[in-house]
């Protein structure tokens, strides 16, 4: 089992991020993040603890160094390019962590979480046609994943695409019904393409699933944007 301590840092990923990065990691639905990096299993308990505390110090910087010193040691390691793509994502630096996560998909490519984060890289830097191309690559291998369709329509919202967006939630919605982040994207969509009555069914469903994002789509249908 891993560390309460490591668990808590992970969650504090979500938090406290540099303007830039806190919208990339605000993309991510609630929990993937600690789910994300709970299962490295090629680390061990005492380089988890190294990990936690570089995190808890916000040594992003430092956090690059630690994994690209395991990585050289063991290039086959999916985990540690995953620590390394997470710490350079925090420093803003995409194009390093686009490098990563793209190793993390190379060696593990029917793990879609590889895929979802390379796309957010993309996102993060300002390419989410790349991440678009990225997550329909990842369908193609699984379709599985409510959380890749849910990234695809943010992507496709990000270029206002939506209605390729509302389509790409509503799959998601398919494997899960009681996943909030798609049925509030499929809502904020709804919004933006005129839709009133159909947002307003969603603002319903929201309101028994998650009363924070009832209200901020609400708050949008009022705005009308």
Known sequence: MRSTAFAAAIVAMLTACAPQTALL????????????????????????RRVAELDRRADWDGLARFAEENIAQDKLNAD??????????????????????????????????????LAQAHRGAGQPDRAIKILNN???????????????GESYSDVRRFGLAERAYQEGLKLDDKYAPAWFGAG??????????EAENVVKVLEKLDHRLAFELAESLSRGN
Do not use: Q
């Not at 605000?26 to 308990?45: F, N, Q, W």
């Not at 925090?90 to 979802?116: F, I, Q």
């Not at 904020?188 to 009555?197: D, E, F, K, L, T």
């Open 138 to 152: 990842a369908l193609l291998i699984r379709r599985d994943s409510p959380m890749t369709f849910y990234l695809l």
């Open 25 to 48: 990691m605000a993309a991510l639905p609630d929990g993937m993040v600690p789910i994300l990096l709970s299962h490295l299993e090629r680390v061990d308990d005492s380089n988890l």
């Open 188 to 197: 904020r969509a709804y919004v933006r393409m005129g839709r009133r009555v």
């Open 80 to 117: 540690w390019w995953t620590v390394a793509g997470y710490a350079y994502s925090r420093m803003g630096k995409y194009s390093r962590a686009v490098e990563c996560y793209s190793e993390v998909v190379h060696l593990t490519p029917d793990n879609l979480t590889g895929w979802n984060l």
